[in-house]
């Protein structure tokens, strides 16, 4: 995907039954045209936790969502990340 790539600060952690596993996540900004990738699915951020992702995409999902929150932005249920409202 054409996208400005960044890398999440920190690491998701999972163990398996017979190994760690370390996940370093990038989050990307572009537009999803022409994205369209076979057997691939895009889902708004509201519909994730009804997908059925296994415990480790989970974590990912939490690990990007807290990564909003942190940076001052939310995510709307489009998928657009906005600035919150002033107060």
């Known amino acids: 995907l054409k996208a400005r790539w960044t890398v999440l600060p920190g690491v998701v952690e999972h163990t398996f039954t017979h ?6 996540v990038w989050t990307g900004r572009g537009t999803l045209k022409g994205a369209e990738l076979p ?34 932005l939310r995510i709307s249920p489009s998928g657009k990340r906005k600035k919150p409202a002033k107060r």
Do not use: I, Y
């Open 19 to 24: 190994f760690h596993l370390k996940l370093q």
């Open 39 to 72: 057997g691939a699915s895009w889902l708004p951020p509201d519909e994730v936790p009804d997908a059925g992702l296994p415990n480790v995409m989970q974590k990912v999902v939490r690990h990007v969502a807290g990564a909003s929150l942190r940076e001052g």
